[in-house]
């Protein structure tokens, strides 16, 4: 089983950067890709960034390439995601857990996630 704990959001303005935190427990997570994924209110959930085990390859939606860093340290059960250059659209509520997201319910259930409101 998988149990991630988000953490990091808040409210900034556009153009400002925030750091988001994953805790993550079960082992299958630390030999997996892990992805932070994010959803805004009337949409559905879209992947934003992963990252294999040995975070030696990296995937970015479009929208965010450039601008987010996504990165873990399985030393200390984490996965992080810098996110800079923020925008409006960025608003969402972040999760992070197993990719692709069809595992999240073999392995467990999505965390509670962490609010990003970017607004001035």
């Known amino acids: 089983q998988v149990q991630v704990v988000e953490s990091g959001g808040g409210l900034v303005q556009p153009g400002g950067s925030l750091r988001l935190s994953c805790a993550y427990s079960?082992?299958?997570?630390?030999?997996?890709?892990m992805g932070w994924y994010r959803q805004a209110p009337g949409k559905q959930r879209e992947l934003v960034a992963s990252i294999t085990a040995t975070a030696n390859i990296t995937n970015y939606l479009v929208s965010v390439k450039g601008r987010f860093t996504i990165s873990r340290d399985n030393a200390k059960n984490s996965v992080y995601l810098q996110m800079n250059s923020l925008k409006p659209d960025d608003t969402a509520a972040y999760f992070c857990h197993l990719v692709p997201p069809e595992l999240v319910p073999r392995f467990g259930s999505w965390g509670q996630g962490t609010q990003v409101t970017v607004s001035s």
């Open positions: 079960g082992a299958i997570a630390r030999m997996t890709v």
